[in-house]
Nanobody, 122 residues
Framework: QVQLVELGGGVVQPGGSLRLSCAASGSIFRVNAMAWYRQAPGKQRELVASIPVGGGTNYADSVKGRFTISRDNAKNTVYLQMNSLKPEDTAVYYC????????????????WGQGTQVTVSS
């Protein structure tokens, strides 16, 4: 079994910062690409940022220059540093990872965290 546990959500004023983390644990052979998604009330879930195992990053246009995704492969953890937060960043943020387990080496499955609420409000 694999679990993704997210930490770091909360309430912050516009212009503030938050740092999210997501740690993968379990019978993990390899963690491939990792990413953060978000879903605001009444909207579809959208990709915020992604990072493959070998480096390189991808961001939604709405967060470029404000958010930074990074990962610690030794800890199977991905981070999202969010700066200059805006009210429109308010959403539930979900961690996603493509993971290969020891039970199925050679096949990667998508796993999701439980979600963490980020609220940007004055």
């Amino acid at each position: 079994q694999v679990q993704l546990v997210e930490l770091g959500g909360g309430v912050v004023q516009p212009g503030g910062s938050l740092r999210l983390s997501c740690a993968a644990s379990g019978s993990i052979f390899r963690v491939n690409a990792m990413a953060w998604y978000r879903q605001a009330p009444g909207k579809q879930r959208e990709l915020v940022a992604s990072i493959p195992v070998g480096g390189g990053t991808n961001y939604a246009d709405s967060v470029k220059g404000r958010f930074t995704i990074s990962r610690d492969n030794a800890k199977n953890t991905v981070y999202l540093q969010m700066n200059s937060l805006k009210p429109e960043d308010t959403a539930v943020y979900y961690c996603n990872a493509r993971i290969t387990t020891y039970q199925a080496v050679g096949v990667a499955y998508n796993y999701w965290g439980q979600g963490t609420q980020v609220t940007v409000s004055s």
